[in-house]
């Protein structure tokens, strides 16, 4: 296997966090904002926020009503075209927040119960506006009161006016922590700049960079952890986290996610996770591989300038890291004078797969095997079609063909 290195190109990622609170053991106090007590709320929040700075959010909103049409530059295009145009037409119903500090303690407010925000909207209305079926019947299942929003609801003007002052927003020492939040992040940018999503998705972006400096995205995070899989509340099972409050109701659901992700972090990170910050999932990472000498160095930056001038999108060099796969020490500094990158440490894990440059145990490629297994049935249960199943088969078959080809593989046979 000849020598080679490792570009592992990050746009964003996670948090820093303790044990999970006991908010299982007492049960929360979750106020429902209304217009009535909107200003009251937002003062206790400019209170605490620089205490608990960490923050959970999670939104309800009236569904998917739209799907672009045309020709897309790929699958992120076309992702980020149909969120664009669903914020854009959709309006929001619900938004919960849940205040923590960086060992995972919650607020209390003077209380003996735990405090979380449940903002409740008037802009929605179903007699008037367009939705998804399901959704709005979902949320009315789950004891949302629509008529009561539309008549005692926030003001999204004035919403956005308080939150602007909260000290929440443009402030890098705030973090967010979310659960695959793409729509979240739009539905509260549309708020916070009263004008429809850019167009791009770089300007998406960019606008989040902004307002919300530092984010850390759950499910980004469970590419590096063993076996983990599903949404919020699969996750939340896998790791024994009891939810307190009404699923699908906004304030529970960012409960859910502060004490998913302390338990996360406990369970399968330790030290410093600042490499993980500042992707939201969907956005994948990306893993570049050659030769470790110069010109393929070269060849490598090139395209990645190439990539950036045709989509508007920039790897951040603070979050890029360099890996050697072999012993190329005497290139380091020369490496390092080409890129610019720092040097991350093997072994390390990717899809909670060990990267390593020694060959991996059988029992480690039968991690990757029960992934697609997992994700197998889940893609069966969105009724993917026949192609996309026997897709799925067969890359299953060639894996399992060359782990008995190679009992101790190496990532030599995957790449080539």
């Not at 607020?107 to 003996?112: K, R």
């Not at 005692?152 to 967010?176: K, P």
């Amino acid at each position: 296997m000849e020598d080679l290195i490792g570009f592992w190109l990050e746009i964003v990622l996670i948090l820093i966090g303790g044990d999970v609170p006991s908010a299982q053991k007492r049960l929360g106090s979750n106020p429902e904002v209304w217009a009535g007590n909107l200003d009251e709320e937002f003062a206790l929040i400019r209170e605490i926020v620089d205490e608990y700075p960490y923050i959970a959010m999670d939104t309800e909103f009236p569904g998917i009503v739209l799907r672009p049409v045309g020709n897309f530059k790929n699958a992120n295009d076309y992702h980020y075209q149909t969120l664009k145009e669903n914020v854009n037409l959709l309006k929001l119903i619900q938004l919960g927040l849940t205040f923590s500090d960086e060992m995972g303690s919650l607020p209390t407010c003077g209380t003996d119960k735990f405090c979380i925000w449940q903002f409740n909207f008037r802009e929605f209305n179903p007699d008037e506006d367009v939705f998804a079926n399901d959704s709005i019947e979902l949320l009315s299942q789950s004891g949302i009161d629509l008529v009561r929003n539309n008549e005692d609801g926030i003001d999204a003007r004035r919403f956005a006016e308080l939150l602007m002052s909260s000290g929440i927003v443009l402030n890098d020492n705030v973090s967010w922590v979310t659960f695959h939040s793409g729509y979240d992040f739009g539905y509260l940018l549309k708020l916070l700049t009263c004008q429809n999503l850019p167009d791009a998705q770089a300007g998406f972006f960019t606008l989040i960079n902004v307002y919300f400096p530092v984010v850390y995205d759950i499910k980004h995070l469970m590419k590096f952890c063993n076996s983990l899989h599903g949404g919020l509340n699969k996750l939340a099972e896998l790791l024994e986290v009891e939810r307190v409050g009404v699923c699908h109701q906004a304030g529970s659901d960012s409960l859910l996610t502060c004490c998913t992700f302390m338990k996360l972090k406990g369970n399968f990170f330790s030290g410093s996770m600042d490499k993980y910050a500042g992707v939201l999932y969907g956005l994948d990472d990306l893993l570049l591989f050659c030769k470790a000498e110069e010109h393929s160095i070269i060849l490598l930056a090139y395209a990645r300038h190439q990539f950036a001038e045709l989509s508007g999108l920039h790897a951040n060099p603070s979050k890029t890291q360099l890996f050697l796969l072999k012993s190329v020490a005497a290139l380091s500094e020369e490496l390092h004078n080409l890129t610019m990158f720092q040097f991350g440490q093997l072994p390390t894990k990717y899809l909670g797969i060990q990267l390593t440059n020694s060959r991996l145990a059988k029992a480690q490629c039968r991690l990757l095997l029960e992934k697609l297994d997992n994700g197998k049935y889940a893609w069966s249960a969105r009724s993917l079609s026949s192609f996309h199943s026997t897709l799925s088969d067969q890359i299953q078959f060639e894996l399992k063909s060359r782990e008995m080809e190679y009992p101790c593989m190496s990532i030599e046979p995957i790449i080539r």
